[in-house]
């Protein structure tokens, strides 16, 4: 297991917090064949609570959003017309359910282009990535210099005007 990773009390926050601040940062996947590739982070979305209505959560509790009710650290995995997983990562604390979804990495935009390079599939639902030997999170020690840009999610008319225009799209900028 890497030495270097983002840890428990890093996903435990507010996902408006972390959203922002997981930019820059590399997304790492260990490979069954022992390869190890780490991307930059560069696009995220939050998704905050039962409130927000574009969350899964705003239905409450089911057996797919079970994870997102989980402490902060978790993966939450999903797949969406049949054929994209899509990757997030839960925040928050336990029975506070926000998720941030990674839309973006080094070479690959489009949240269903990345997780079909990195081989996410609904094995990695619940995964911790605090303890995970195949996908974790590496701070950069750059990070207190990253510049990005927000704007609406995408994807979302469902939510109605309040939350599908909130700017919690994060896009990393240098």
Sequence with gaps: MPES??????????VLAVAPEILGNYLV??????FIYKFLITEV???????DLACHASKGKTARTEIMYHEGGHLY??????????LNIVTGTINNPQAILIRGIQHFDGPGKLTKHLKIDKSFYGENLI???????????????????????????YAGEIWKNKPWRYILTD
């Design 131 to 157: 303890s995970s030997d195949r996908i974790w999170i590496e701070p950069n020690i750059n990070t207190l210099n990253v510049k990005y840009t927000t704007s609406p999610r995408v994807g979302i008319d």
């Design 5 to 14: 990773r983002l840890q428990q009390s890093f996903f435990t926050r507010d």
């Design 29 to 34: 996947r260990k490979f069954d064949d022992g």
């Design 77 to 86: 995995v999903y797949l969406i017309y049949g054929m994209y997983w899509m």
């Design 45 to 51: 979305e939050a998704y905050r609570g039962e409130e």
